[in-house]
């Protein structure tokens, strides 16, 4: 069955401390792979877009990384900031007839000052 | 701002009355999306319409149906209304049939049950 798997489910930083969140992925065939923020209350906005070839993106202070042979990515944040208090959503595109959006439940990441 | 316009922005309602949700997609854009997002969990798919036609369906209650325009706008309705159904609901839209392009979302429609 094709799941994401995300996490930690909820982390707290301080302001200024990097982080790293992870995504595990069965899906397959494997077409693409999205980490979107989405603030409280808000629509998600993606942050980046990665296929299959690509192993490093970076978006600002916010780099994705993806390993399609463990099916791992991750998605670092750099010197946080409170403005980066959101949830954060992996969602992978599988290249079946269909390419369907798969997606996680996502990691809530909290800054505080 | 995604270019996606959802109405209402909020909806306060009382259990067993009908509601529509509106969504407006990109320009250019032939797909849309419905997602439900009930308090502190992930984004459950709902429906997908590409130009006009249902292109794919997930975890949506038979009390719930949507259809898309021929101005490609899409409408979601939902009835016999549930304290359960309070949630947030997103439209999404991308400009190809398949999930391999970019996906844009609206702001949501905020729907209370009461």
């Known amino acids: 069955k094709n799941q994401v798997e995300q996490s930690p489910q909820s982390l707290i930083i301080l302001e200024g401390k990097n982080c790293t969140l992870q995504?595990?992925?069965?899906?397959?065939?494997?077409?693409?792979l999205r980490w979107y923020k989405q603030d409280t209350g808000r629509g998600p906005v993606s942050l980046t877009i990665?296929?299959?070839?690509?192993n490093t993106k970076s978006n600002g202070r916010y780099t994705a990384t993806l390993d399609a042979d463990t099916k791992q990515s991750s998605l670092h944040i750099t010197a946080s900031q409170l403005s980066d208090s959101a949830s954060y959503i992996c969602?992978?595109?599988?290249?079946?007839?269909?390419?369907?959006?798969?997606f996680g439940t996502g990691t809530r990441l909290k800054v505080l000052a | 701002d995604s270019g996606v316009t959802q109405t209402p922005k909020h909806l306060i309602t009382a259990t067993g009355q009908r509601v529509t949700l509106r969504c407006s997609p990109r320009?250019?854009?032939?797909?849309v999306y419905w997602y439900q997002q009930s308090l502190d969990q992930g984004l459950q798919f709902l429906i997908q319409?590409?130009?006009?036609?249902?292109?794919a369906k997930g975890n949506i209650l038979e009390r719930f149906s949507a259809q898309q325009f021929p101005d490609l706008h899409s409408e979601l309705n939902l009835s016999s209304l549930e304290l359960g159904d309070s949630a947030l609901y997103f439209c999404?839209?991308?400009?190809?049939?398949?999930?391999?392009?970019?996906?844009?979302f609206g702001e949501g429609s905020r729907l209370t049950v009461l």
């Open positions: 995504c595990n992925y069965t899906v397959s065939p494997f077409s693409n």
């Open positions: 319409y590409y130009n006009g036609e249902e292109r």
């Open positions: 990665m296929t299959f070839s690509e």
């Open positions: 999404a839209s991308s400009v190809a049939a398949q999930g391999a392009g970019e996906l844009f």
């Open positions: 969602v992978v595109s599988e290249a079946s007839g269909t390419y369907k959006y798969i």
């Open positions: 320009s250019g854009d032939l797909s």
